[in-house]
Each structure stands twice: as C-alpha cells, then as structure tokens.
C-alpha cells in the first residue's frame, strides 16, 4: 500500500543559494526519508528519532562551550544558529527590561529596520492591528489539532495562550540575544505576549557571546559597550555610541526618549539636542540611564 500523505518535516530549500537538496520527509505509512544530494535514507521512526538523539550529543559536545545544550533551543532557530556555532564563545543568563529589547524588522517599502519592542508588529497584533503580522513571511510549527501549519494569527494566540498558562521561562527556553546587543534573535513572540500582559517587566534572557563580537549589527557598534539609544516619535530606533575622549551623541530627531545604556560613573557624555524637534506636547522628552 502507498502511503497516503507526505509531510515535510524540515528543508533546506527556502535558504537562497543553498547548493544541495537536504529534505526530511514523514512519509505517512511507509518511513521517514532523508534526502541528501542524490541519496535517500530510509528510517522507521524508532531510527530517525535514535539517529537525531545521537547527532544532537555530537553537536553539544563539538560546541566548546559547556552551557550549550541543543535542547534548550528552539529547533527552528537552530538551524539558523548552526553556521555560528563555532564562534561561540561563552553564554550567560541575565536580565532586561522588555522596553530595552529591539525588533530587527522591515519598514512599508521592505528596507531593515530596527524598532523598539513596543512598537513592533507583534504588539500591534495583540491591540487589534494584524495586517503587518498576517502578511509576514515566517516559518510556523504544525496546529496541535489539524494536520496543517498554524498561519501567523494562530501561532500569535498559541504563543499568548502558553504564557498565560506556563507563564515565562518554560525549561530553558529562554529570549536569546547576541553579545551586548538588545536585539531579539530568538523570542519575539513571547516578549511581546509578556508587555502585552504585564507591562515593562525586567525578565530572564540568555546572551551568545561570540569571539571578537561576532554577529553584531553594526549599527551598533557594540565594541563599545557604552551606547545612546534615541527612540523617536515615529517609534523608529536610531543609535551612537561614545568613546573615550569624546563622550558627544548629537541628536536631531523628533524624539520621545533618550536611553543612556552601561555609562560608567567616572566618565560624562554631553548630548546636543540643538537640533531636536521634540516630540512631547510640553516640549520635553525622557532621559533613562540604564547600568
């Protein structure tokens, strides 16, 4: 008998320029096929789960970094972790406040942004404004009660629905962010579930640390551990960073807050904000110093 259905369960495909077909196939009633090249693999699924138990202990124990555990990851993620990994230098847990997390997003005309959590298109979704969410292209899991992937509005309420049941963190699965950066690599969903309910909460995130900061964005410079976050009205993010010797961020946006982030005690840093159009009806904007 043929088998009735086939699931792809993982594939290489959508990754531009990969140069080889690498496909994992439930191949319902027959077997799990893992393509690779021109090879096929056939496994029951007693094997595929053996053999994927045995290739997640050899990546944790080729990854030098002790904490690291495949399994405190979100698989999907992971794969786009893999090619990182070994520059991985040391993970540590801390904390953040939810207004200090940024959103590596896209703007109307397509081009990178980055934008403060509460702005985010995922907030907007959890107010009643779903347009920006609904037409995202991203990778979802499969519905728990229908053979069929959940579309982005399905996945947002599982996820809310999770936090408000199991609340935050479940196990390890925790924010993740790269180096000194605030950016979300890994944990949208849950961070903005998490504002969404209960406001600007300080909560547990893991940090990556890659040798040489590795993998920062660039646009902000995180070799400087000493940075000024502008938040604009408009809710876009902008950045400086000051040096040593110079401490000067001039500022010439319309401006909601300003966030001083890691500023040593021993040092001053001067903002200009000659050229502000300030973005409060009073005049006046909010400046944080976060340690």
């Known amino acids: 008998m043929s088998n009735p259905a086939v699931i792809t369960l993982a594939s290489l495909s959508?990754?531009?320029g990969f140069p080889y077909r690498f496909e994992i196939e439930d191949n319902i009633g027959e077997a799990i096929?893992?393509?690779y090249k021109d090879i096929r693999m056939d496994l029951t699924i007693k094997e595929f789960l053996e053999l994927a138990?045995?290739?997640e202990e050899i990546i944790n124990d080729l990854v030098e970094v002790e904490e690291?555990?495949?399994?405190?990851?979100?698989?999907?993620?992971l794969v786009g972790l893999a090619p990182l990994l070994p520059f991985l230098s040391d993970i540590i847990y801390t904390e953040v406040f939810l207004e200090d997390l940024i959103v590596d997003t896209y703007d109307e005309g397509g081009n990178p942004v980055l934008l403060n959590l509460k702005c985010s298109r995922i907030i907007k979704a959890l107010q009643g404004h779903c347009g920006e969410n609904d037409s995202r292209k991203q990778v979802n899991y499969y519905n728990n009660f229908r053979w069929i992937k959940q579309d982005n509005s399905e996945r947002l309420q599982y996820n809310l629905e999770q936090i408000k049941k199991n609340g935050y963190p479940v196990n390890k699965e925790l924010i993740t962010l790269?180096?000194?950066?605030?950016?979300?690599?890994?944990?949208q969903h849950r961070a903005a579930c998490l504002y969404y309910l209960y406001g600007n909460i300080k909560v547990p995130v893991r940090r990556l640390?890659?040798?040489?900061?590795k993998f920062s964005n660039n646009k902000l410079d995180t070799l400087h551990s000493d940075r000024v976050e502008v938040l604009g009205c408009n809710g876009a993010v902008s950045y400086g960073t000051w040096q040593e010797g110079e401490g000067v961020y001039e500022i010439s946006a319309n401006v909601e807050s300003v966030i001083i982030h890691k500023l040593p005690l021993?040092?001053?840093?001067i903002i200009d904000i000659s050229g502000v159009k300030r973005g409060k009806e009073d005049g006046k904007f909010m400046i944080e110093i976060h340690d």
Do not use: M
């Open 209 to 213: 640390l890659f040798k040489d900061n």
């Open 14 to 16: 959508d990754i531009k």
């Open 68 to 77: 690291f555990r495949c399994r405190d990851f979100d698989p999907v993620n």
């Open 266 to 269: 021993s040092e001053e840093i």
């Open 53 to 55: 138990e045995a290739i």
């Open 178 to 187: 790269f180096n000194n950066d605030n950016i979300l690599y890994d944990g």
């Open 33 to 35: 096929h893992i393509h």
